[in-house]
């Protein structure tokens, strides 16, 4: 069920609905190629059609919803190949923005990494799913902030939103959250080293890692819609 907003602020019901939505998609309370009707949403959430409308032109411009001729908005799907596509750019642009970090970052900026990366072991010994996505996003901002290149930021930000709709169905496995927080916690003490070569080779591993995992989980997604669309073809 979708909240209603007040409508006090303007802005920040835009922005409101706009985050709501994109949790929404990323917590896969939205799924990919569902039908996003304009008149549903307005009503659900107590908005108008142009507040709406401007968060979904926002996700658009993130590739998480997508704008079908005669059809309208719904929620973005990814293939196969646009995954294996966003983890290869992901892992050149994040390990550089790993090395820059570790190189350029000021005291402050690490010391601020380091309160996210340890949201984020709190979040997953915890297993909230909610708290360690949360706390992701705030490492990446820290880590994007300081690395001292806006269009690798730029680049970045546009993929980790779509890489969140692979990460949010791996990231909790059993074998992959205390794994994935061991290669944040050794790349933070490569960072505080200033150890650059070092958290660039251990970031790049971790983008590797993540993926190894999110496109496993990924296939077997693909291979079970099939087989329930094959079953459907056959009992129609």
Do not use: W
Request: charged letters at 30%.
């Amino acid at each position: 069920m979708l909240p209603v907003f007040d409508r006090a602020n303007l802005e920040t019901l835009r922005a409101r609905v706009e985050n709501h939505l994109r949790q929404a998609i990323l917590g896969g309370q939205l799924k990919p190629g569902e039908k996003l009707i304009e008149r549903e949403l307005c009503e659900m959430m107590g908005v108008s059609r142009p507040s709406l409308r401007e968060a979904l032109r926002k996700l658009e411009a993130e590739k998480l919803i997508i704008n079908v001729p005669n059809r309208g908005p719904e929620v973005a799907s990814i293939t196969l190949s646009e995954a294996r596509d966003i983890y290869g750019l992901r892992r050149v642009l994040e390990s550089y923005a790993a090395h820059e970090f570790a190189r350029l970052a000021s005291a402050e900026e690490i010391a601020t990494l380091g309160k996210a990366v340890k949201r984020l072991r709190t979040a997953g010994n915890k297993k909230s799913r909610d708290g360690v996505l949360k706390a992701k996003a705030e490492f990446y901002n820290t880590l994007l902030g300081g690395c001292g290149n806006s269009l690798v930021r730029e680049v970045l930000d546009g993929l980790l939103s779509r890489v969140s709709l692979l990460r949010s169905t791996s990231l909790m496995l059993p074998d992959r959250l205390p794994k994935s927080l061991d290669e944040i916690d050794d790349l933070l003490d490569c960072i505080k080293r200033r150890d650059s070569k070092g958290a660039q080779e251990i970031s790049r591993q971790h983008v590797l890692s993540a993926e190894s995992a999110a496109l496993s989980v990924f296939e077997q997604q693909m291979a079970l819609r099939k087989n329930q669309t094959t079953k459907k073809g056959k009992s129609s």
